[in-house]
């Protein structure tokens, strides 16, 4: 038991000198539950969805076939867990993906404790669990708070909340984007990505 | 019952001299129209009498989309856009336009497969369409504002995820040639449209959606996306987005021939800053609405007009290049380009309009002081923008090349006229368009290909554009080291043999010209324009993209041969309605002998659909010639293929019952065209 707790504050300590100086992602390999200040602690994800904006053409597949797996063949922008926010005349096309964050606010603030790590399928996804979800909206807003576009979003047809839960481990945006632009990474330690280490994107 | 997938159900129907706004159920007309142009084209039998004029306020503009816009389904961001066209000359018919971009699904998403604008505001407005709900809303300070302009002014009231259809001043004052804008070069070119979408006073068409659109059977659409992806593209996974990962992978765009990012095709000035990071200039591959491939480039830089580059408006102001060689492909170029965009201008339209300028000017048939244009100087910024200026303006000469060029020719009439038709190759009463002509049997500068004269006589525009039939020879002419511009024939046979047999029935119909090597073969014309005239209907009524579908010629395969299936199974598991493969050319061939009765009733008849003369008098680069006799031999047979009289090209009243268009054949009939000598 010391060891844990020696461990914990250890863990503490770097947290807040991490934030102290804006965040680094690398530490995170050492770690694999953190706990924060306000003494929540949330397994860290195995698996993220990382991004390259270079390469992305802004053909919206990842959408596409994300709302079309996910959401019962309802295929939709609106309803698609990864969004590409694109602007047209600059050229400027960026996919925003869940973080699945260290510290998740959208878990954090689910008030029916829907929102659970995803242990199962091995990947630590944050995922809802639709039969306890009541459709409240505050796991958007919390996201919203510092991730624009929210990265769960509202299905109005079911009334639920949706977001990333990496396919269960076989993200199908990742599988479909035809230029590359998506890769998953799998790290048995987890890693130290989204809030509190991104606040902002 | 009505198919559960695919079609959202509601075509929203705008009287712009009313300002009502309706709906009606788009199962009124699907499955049998399929969506996009058989839709459209019904949609115009139905309300676009012959007298109707194209600026009339009774023309329809239809902005169609099919059962796989809004999907994962490849390339489904296609649409279409129909109505009585102002450009196609000296007749003004039905026409369509296809356009990529985002606009399609988004359009679906807001609840609708269609929108059929009819009537004419009496002050500057525009649509704005989302959830289920429409508005005509006021557009008197868009009007006048550049297409990109007025799209900022719309992202601002209506959030940048709005996709906008819009026309430029091209389009406001009328211009026959004005095409409709959608985000940084997507456009509806072909046709005029713009110029209606002017005559109508409606400044542009705002969408915004977040409903769905339902898929029938989404796992198989997963399938056979993934099957699709793999055929057309590999991932490129932390590499370089131009290369396909796996080393002598070829791109199928054009038979391999053609890859992502268009602007590393175009050397010179503007791709070499391009490739030079500390230059500030970037291109990027940029793709349309769920397209595995995307061809297009984004170009950007600190003193350019950023924006795709595509096809019509990267070669547009080829005589740039001419005027400054040792810059190729350079900013003056593209900015030619983007400005045509930002004015409205069909940049198509202009690659006849600029080239047979100059043949007029070197002919000494037209002079700098009569025009108030510098045609000294012809490939230059100074001429190409004030070209574009007086087009968009209908100023002083501007005013007659903004009827498009094949009117404008007619007006000069004599030998200036004369110049414009090998630009203009088709005769009679339906000719009008710039055509793709600059390929393999590009005749007269390349080789004459029988079927390619027999696809141009029967249609109303630019009928290439369905590229099928091409991308098979060029991607022989690739495969053989050689391209579109190079080929000889006899090289490429033995490579097209096995792919037309799969695409068309027969390895014979590879060998267009006699073993002599001495006249042209046309025996298998015919049948081969009938099944491409299939393929394109089904794809521009799907929607699906004209570069990628149909599949015909596999870069990457021994034999090449392609998979005509994969749109009706792409269409089956969508929707859910069943559809095999010779099923889905029957649709095709009702659709093109729908498309043939609206044709008929505005006049078409035999005598039109053929060429100027000057195609028949002269060798073609191996020696051979068309002749008269052929052509009008081939048109026979096609005619009889499809169920149409061979005397006068109009539909029997038996093949009309047969496709079951009974109220064409009626129709048809009550008009007297039956039982009409030619």
């Known amino acids: 038991m010391a060891k844990e707790f020696n461990r914990r504050a250890l863990l503490r300590g770097l947290t807040l000198s991490a934030l102290g100086v804006g965040g680094v992602v690398a530490f995170g390999d050492l770690l694999e539950v953190l706990a924060f200040p306000n003494g929540q602690k949330v397994a860290l994800a195995k698996a993220v969805i990382f991004t390259d904006k270079k390469l992305c053409s802004g053909c919206r597949i990842c959408e596409m076939v994300c709302s079309n797996f996910n959401s019962g063949g309802r295929n939709s922008s609106s309803l698609a867990r990864i969004s590409v926010e694109k602007e047209y005349l600059k050229g400027d096309y960026q996919p925003k993906v869940c973080y699945q964050c260290a510290d998740p606010p959208c878990l954090k603030a689910c008030p029916v404790g829907a929102i659970r790590v995803d242990r199962l399928k091995g990947t630590y996804a944050r995922i809802i669990d639709e039969r306890v979800c009541i459709g409240c909206q505050e796991c958007v807003k919390a996201c919203q708070q510092y991730f624009r576009p929210p990265r769960s979003r509202f299905d109005p047809q079911r009334k639920k909340a949706i977001k990333c839960h990496l396919c269960s481990g076989d993200p199908q945006c990742v599988k479909f984007c035809p230029l590359g632009a998506l890769r998953v990474e799998r790290s048995e330690r987890g890693f130290l990505v989204g809030y509190p280490v991104i606040q902002e994107d | ?678």
């Open chain 2, 1 to 678: 019952m009505n198919p559960h997938g695919g079609w959202v159900g509601k075509i929203l129907r705008i009287d712009l001299t009313s300002r009502k706004i309706s709906e009606l159920s788009t199962f009124n007309y699907v499955p049998k129209f399929l969506g996009g142009r058989g839709l459209g084209a019904k949609i115009c039998w139905d309300e676009v009498p012959p007298g109707v004029r194209a600026f009339d306020p009774e023309n329809r503009l239809v902005i169609a989309t099919g059962s796989l816009q809004g999907t994962l389904a490849p390339t489904s961001g296609r649409f279409m856009v129909l109505g009585k066209s102002p450009q196609s000359a000296p007749t003004e018919s039905f026409c369509r336009s296809g356009v990529g971009g985002h606009f399609a699904p988004e359009l679906k998403w807001a609840g609708y497969d269609a929108l059929i604008i009819h009537g004419k505001s009496s002050k500057p407005v525009y649509l704005w369409i989302t959830d289920g709900k429409a508005e005509i809303l006021d557009a008197t300070r868009l009007w006048g504002l550049d297409t990109y302009q007025a799209q900022q002014m719309i992202w601002k009231l209506h959030g940048n995820k709005t996709r906008v259809m819009i026309i430029g001043k091209a389009g406001e004052n009328r211009s026959r040639i004005a095409c409709i804008l959608t985000d940084s070069g997507d456009a509806s070119g072909q046709g005029g449209f713009g110029g209606v979408m002017g005559s109508k006073n409606l400044k542009a068409i705002a969408v915004r959606g977040s409903r769905s659109v339902d898929v029938a059977k989404p796992k198989e659409l997963m399938k056979l996306t993934h099957h699709i992806q793999r055929l057309f593209s590999r991932k490129s996974l932390k590499s370089n987005p131009y290369e396909p990962e796996e080393r002598g992978f070829k791109y199928n765009v054009w038979g391999g021939g053609y890859g992502r990012g268009s602007l590393s095709l175009l050397p010179g000035e503007l791709l070499d800053l391009c490739n030079e990071p500390s230059s500030g200039y970037s291109q990027t591959p940029d793709g349309c609405f769920a397209c595995p491939v995307s061809c297009r480039s984004h170009v950007k830089g600190p003193d350019i007009t950023n924006g795709v580059a595509f096809c019509a408006q990267s070669y547009m102001y080829l005589e740039s290049m001419i005027h400054q060689p040792e810059k190729g492909y350079s900013k003056i170029t593209w900015q030619a380009a983007k400005l045509a965009d930002l004015l409205g201008i069909n940049a198509y339209e202009l690659m006849a309009i600029i080239p047979w300028l100059s043949d007029c000017y070197r002919a000494k048939l037209l002079t700098e002081e009569e025009t108030g244009l510098p045609l000294k100087e012809i490939g230059s910024w100074r001429f190409i923008s004030i070209l574009l200026h007086k087009i968009a303006n209908r100023e002083g000469f501007g005013d007659l090349l903004a009827e498009g060029g094949q009117r404008a020719a007619a007006k000069l009439g004599g030998k200036a006229e004369e110049l414009s038709f090998i630009y203009y190759p088709r005769a009679g009463r339906f000719g009008g368009f710039r055509e793709h002509w600059v390929y393999l049997g590009g005749f007269p500068t390349g080789y004459a290909v029988p079927p390619l004269a027999l696809m141009w006589v029967l249609d109303n525009r630019d009928a290439m554009v369905s590229h099928s039939y091409i991308s098979m020879l060029w991607g022989a002419a690739f495969t053989v080291g050689q391209n579109a511009l190079t080929a000889v024939p006899e090289k490429i046979f033995p490579i097209l043999k096995p792919v037309m047999k799969a695409a068309y029935g027969s390895e014979d119909a590879a060998e267009f010209f006699q073993s002599d090597g001495k006249s042209l073969n046309w025996k298998w014309t015919a049948p081969v324009v009938k099944r491409y005239h299939e393929h394109s209907l089904l794809k521009d009524s799907y929607i699906l993209c004209d570069i990628l579908f149909p599949y015909l010629f596999n870069a990457n395969s021994p034999d090449h041969v392609g998979d005509t299936t994969l749109e009706s199974r792409l269409y089956s598991a969508v929707t859910g309605v069943e559809m095999g493969e010779e099923e889905s050319y029957r649709k095709g061939e009702m659709l093109c002998t729908l498309e043939r009765a609206i044709a008929v009733r505005d006049g078409r008849t035999r005598r039109d659909d053929t060429l100027h003369g000057l195609y028949f008098e002269r060798e073609d680069a191996g020696g051979r010639m068309y002749h008269r006799e052929d052509l009008e031999r081939s048109k026979s047979e096609y005619y009889r293929l499809m169920g149409w009289d061979p005397k006068t090209g109009i539909p029997t009243a038996s093949t009309l019952e047969r496709l079951g268009l009974k109220e064409v054949a009626e129709d048809l009939e009550k008009r007297g065209f039956f039982g009409r000598k030619p």
